[in-house]
């Protein structure tokens, strides 16, 4: 059973992780608006993969006889200057996500709760990919900076990102 205070926090991370596909959402829409496609696309798969990582915080709060709450989900931004400026924001977004979940670890090891330190040594794993895609395209999007090929090449190479469930999708 999960302490008050640790379903508390978990419960910020479930609703921490829709507010991340909702960025992702408004983000491909300005990336559409932009006439990149295939970024936006990117982003749509960014959100498919947030939405996953708030049923599998769902689905182990309800395991450990928890109770799922759900808040409100903040309006995100919708407006970026260009293709590098929503990249660079989606970075410093996982970056934040990790501190989030580095904490969520120490509050698991600070109740000695081995059983949510299991689960969210997933989610450490993932947010080093995370934050390693996100930056693997602004460091493509700086080289190609002011070559409207290399750019059109880059958006073409995003749109073929695929959603791929994370193996055992559920939260054990």
Not at 2 to 27: D, H, P, T, V
Not at 66 to 79: D, T, W, Y
Not at 83 to 101: C, M, N, P, S, W
Request: charged share 25%; glycine share 4%.
């Amino acid at each position: 059973m999960l302490s008050k205070k640790l379903a508390q926090e978990l419960n910020s991370q479930l609703n921490f992780e829709l507010y991340s596909a909702y960025i992702y959402y408004a983000m491909a829409a300005a990336l559409e608006a932009m006439n990149a496609p295939g970024a936006a696309n990117w982003m749509k798969v960014q959100a498919q993969e947030e939405l996953t990582h708030a049923d599998k915080f769902f689905s182990f709060i309800n395991e450990r006889d928890g109770r799922v709450i759900l808040e409100a989900v903040e309006k995100p931004q919708k407006e970026w200057k260009a293709i590098i400026d929503v990249f660079t924001t989606a970075y410093k977004h996982e970056q934040l996500v990790t501190g989030r979940i580095n904490c969520l670890v120490e509050l698991a090891m600070e109740e000695k709760d081995y059983a949510a330190n299991q689960f969210l040594q997933w989610f450490v794993a993932e947010q080093i990919e995370e934050e390693s895609s996100v930056k693997v395209v602004i460091d493509q999007l700086k080289l190609a900076d002011k070559a409207p090929g290399a750019m059109f090449m880059i958006d073409r190479e995003l749109g073929q990102r695929v959603f791929v469930p994370p193996t055992g999708a559920s939260s054990t």
